[in-house]
């Protein structure tokens, strides 16, 4: 089994930074996926970045290019999610995920394991 805990939710106001964490315990894969996911209310949940952690390649939606920024640091077995130029509409629900694969990947149902979340407000 995998243990994946999110920390670094908040509050900030637009335009502002906060640093996700996901720290993964427990059972190990020679070859797996990371990914970051965030549910807003009344919307589904959407892809947000993904990390592959055995060779660093990284995957973002459109619509956090250029502002997040995910990595990741094999000796803690955490992934980050660093979120600069906030807007109103990234206030969600983020999750962190784990495929064990090696394609970075998109969906939420191709992930295995899952944290509880932490939730990001971004006042305007």
């Known amino acids: 089994q995998v243990q994946l805990v999110e920390s670094g939710g908040g509050l900030v106001q637009a335009g502002g930074s906060l640093r996700l964490s996901c720290a993964a315990s427990g059972r190990t894969f020679s070859s797996y996926v990371m990914g970051w996911f965030r549910q807003a209310p009344g919307k589904e949940r959407e892809f947000v970045a993904a990390?592959?952690?055995?060779?660093?390649?990284?995957l973002y939606a459109d619509s956090v290019k250029e502002r997040f920024t995910i990595s990741r640091d094999n000796a803690k077995s955490t992934v980050y999610l660093q979120m600069n130029s906030l807007e109103p509409e990234d206030t969600a629900v983020y999750y962190c995920?784990?495929?064990?694969?090696?394609?970075?990947?998109?969906?939420?149902?191709?992930?295995?394991?899952w944290g509880q979340g932490t939730q990001v407000t971004v006042s305007s």
């Open positions: 990390i592959h952690w055995n060779d660093g390649r990284t």
């Open positions: 995920a784990l495929n064990r694969g090696v394609i970075l990947q998109m969906r939420s149902s191709n992930y295995d394991y």
